[in-house]
């Protein structure tokens, strides 16, 4: 579904992301942990072409997207849908009107058929009966929510997360995650998140990937990666080690 090969990139003349091999399994939620400052929000935008890469490959399905533009790459990222830290919720839109927008402007949908759709996602985030409210109006977990309805309201094949739960209390985060983990099985696509949030993911995960120099330096199934015998990954995920912390 989703594949990485080789990838390089230098921002500002900077290196950030220094040979970057990863293999995302289909079906699966994959979390992306590291230090901060590595350069995991830049993996995510590679993903899905918000960025190209210096040297690489980035394959959805079949298609290098590495190289695409205009429609041929609009075309692919159909197939995505992204949640970023601030929902990124239009605020002079209530919270039916912003989930409804991408059937609007992308499906051409209209009338009941978009009613319909938006009502049975508010639902399904634990949202119902708060369609008119506007942003401004919404905690921080309920416009996360609202900003996920989004996401999925056009179905997507692939929802990338760039940490979720920032900004938001323990108990909060931990309903964030549920939520995510309950979608994900319940429409079944293919998950990448990048979080802080260790040792919470590992009760989420089905896989953990750590990026650290620029590189992917483990991917694992999350309970072998809690099982590792590595020393610098066992210090990072250690709760309140020196490298837990600057991961914050």
């Given at each position: 579904?989703?594949?990485?090969?080789?990838?390089?990139?230098?921002?500002?003349?900077?290196p950030?992301?220094q040979?970057?091999?990863?293999?995302?399994?289909?079906?699966?939620?994959?979390?992306?942990?590291?230090?901060?400052?590595?350069?995991?929000?830049?993996?995510?935008?590679h993903?899905i072409?918000l960025?190209?890469?210096?040297e690489?490959?980035v394959?959805?399905?079949?298609?290098?997207?590495s190289?695409?533009?205009?429609?041929?790459?609009?075309?692919?990222?159909?197939?995505f849908?992204?949640?970023f830290?601030?929902?990124a919720?239009?605020?002079?839109?209530?919270?039916?009107?912003?989930?409804?927008?991408?059937l609007?402007e992308?499906?051409?949908?209209?009338g009941p058929?978009?009613?319909?759709?938006?009502?049975?996602m508010?639902?399904?985030?634990?949202l119902a009966?708060?369609?008119?409210?506007?942003?401004?109006?919404?905690?921080g977990g309920m416009?996360?929510r609202?900003?996920?309805?989004?996401a999925?309201?056009?179905?997507?094949?692939?929802?990338?997360?760039?940490?979720?739960?920032?900004?938001?209390?323990?108990?909060?985060?931990?309903?964030?995650?549920?939520?995510?983990?309950?979608?994900?099985r319940?429409f079944?696509?293919?998950?990448?998140?990048?979080?802080?949030e260790?040792?919470?993911?590992?009760?989420?995960?089905d896989?953990?990937a750590?990026?650290?120099?620029?590189r992917?330096?483990?991917?694992?199934p999350?309970?072998?990666?809690?099982?590792?015998?590595?020393p610098?990954?066992?210090?990072?995920?250690?709760?309140?080690?020196?490298a837990?912390?600057?991961?914050?």
């Open positions: 579904m989703l594949r990485l090969v080789g990838v390089k990139k230098r921002l500002g003349g900077q950030v992301l040979g970057v091999d990863l293999t995302i399994p289909p079906g699966k939620l994959t979390t992306i942990i590291g230090p901060s400052g590595e350069g995991k929000s830049v993996l995510l935008k993903m072409g960025l190209q890469p210096d690489g490959q394959w959805v399905g079949d298609v290098d997207i190289r695409l533009h205009g429609q041929p790459l609009n075309e692919v990222r159909k197939r849908a992204m949640l830290q601030g929902a919720l239009f605020d002079s839109m209530t919270v039916f009107d912003n989930v409804a927008f991408p609007k992308k499906l051409k949908m209209k058929e978009i009613a319909t759709r938006v009502n049975g508010l639902e399904q985030v634990g009966g708060m369609g008119h409210k506007f942003p401004a109006e919404l905690s416009r996360k609202a900003g996920l309805a989004r999925l309201v056009m179905r997507p094949e692939i929802v990338l997360f760039d940490e979720p739960t920032t900004g938001l209390d323990p108990l909060m985060a931990k309903s964030i995650h549920e939520l995510i983990t309950s979608t994900q319940t079944g696509f293919t998950a990448v998140m990048v979080s802080h260790i040792p919470e993911i590992f009760g989420i995960s896989y953990v750590m990026l650290k120099r620029g992917i330096v483990a991917m694992l999350a309970a072998e990666f809690q099982r590792t015998t590595d610098e990954i066992k210090e990072f995920i250690s709760v309140g080690g020196p837990a912390v600057s991961g914050l």
